[in-house]
């Protein structure tokens, strides 16, 4: 009877990063710490690429402080520039973007263009 006797108690597993795939939290994000740029899914990577290019432009633009000496400076042509640039990764991303990340560029497109128009009207 001894043999069929068996010690009943609990099992504890953690499954939370045993498989990362199906899982929607990372590691990082359960324990509450900043995931970095690596970790992050190519979709946030893509968003984060359009909105970097987009504060540099609003930077030229005069719209926002340059963070090296927070002073606020226009330069048309490198705002156009980077304009450009966006309109470049637009159109080579073309057909590979969901809805959200096509709607996010043309709307920061349009926006920046916009910001453009007026700041070339004033000089």
């Known amino acids: 009877m001894t043999e069929d006797k068996k010690e009943k108690g609990y099992k504890v597993v953690d499954k939370r990063f045993s498989d990362q795939k199906d899982t929607t939290q990372s590691k990082s994000a359960i324990l509450g710490e900043k995931p970095t740029f690596e970790q992050l899914p190519h979709k946030e990577r893509f968003i984060f690429l359009v909105t970097s290019l987009a504060q540099n432009a609003m930077i030229y633009l005069g ?18 520039n ?26 920061i497109l349009h926006a920046l263009r916009l910001r453009f128009t007026e700041k070339v009207k004033i000089v």
């Open 82 to 107: 980077i304009i450009s640039l966006i309109e470049t990764i637009q159109e080579k991303t073309m057909n590979n973007l969901d809805s959200e990340e096509s709607q996010y560029v043309q709307s």
């Open 63 to 80: 719209e926002e402080d340059n963070s090296a000496n927070k002073e606020k400076m226009l330069n048309l042509d490198e705002a156009k």
